[in-house]
């Protein structure tokens, strides 16, 4: 038997590593500061700016204009309606192969995006929009 077939590394020098450069450095703690800083950053500035824009927004409207706020008890509703529908998604993903679950989602993905793209076609502002822009083009090779 050939012995680069039986080689699950197929001809490596060493098993415990790769011998091509591609070796990863070491993180360190400036890094793993830096990273997670960073990730927190992101998370907190745009809760905290669309907080502040959603405010100033409130301010120039009227109390008839204001939008719905949560009463109570969808306040005291929420938690167990979270918890059935992780209960829910637990059971699903351990139920279904990941063959389908990829399956279902890409097919999701695909029927909202045939959606999107044909409600962005049939629009009327980009019918408009195209035929200004067609008409701008005849104009301007005239």
């Not at 020098?13 to 591609?22: I, Y």
């Not at 005291?76 to 209960?87: D, G, Q, V």
Request: with cysteine; proline share 6%.
């Amino acid at each position: 038997m050939d012995s680069a077939l039986s080689d699950p590394h197929n001809g490596s020098v060493e098993a415990g590593g790769p011998t091509n450069g591609t070796t990863r450095p070491p993180s360190t703690p400036e890094g793993i500061a830096l990273a997670y800083g960073s990730l927190l950053l992101m998370a907190l500035l745009p809760i905290f700016f669309g907080a502040l824009r959603s405010v100033r927004c409130a301010r120039g409207k009227n109390a008839s204009d204001m939008p719905e706020t949560i009463t109570s008890r969808d306040a005291a509703r929420f938690p167990i309606i979270a918890s059935c529908t992780l209960l829910g998604l637990y059971l699903f993903f351990k139920i279904f192969s990941q063959e389908y679950i990829n399956l279902l989602l890409s097919m999701y993905f695909f029927v909202l995006g045939i959606l999107a793209l044909s409600h962005t076609i049939r629009s009327e502002g980009s019918l408009r929009h195209l035929k200004q822009l067609s008409q701008e083009q005849v104009q301007g090779l005239g």
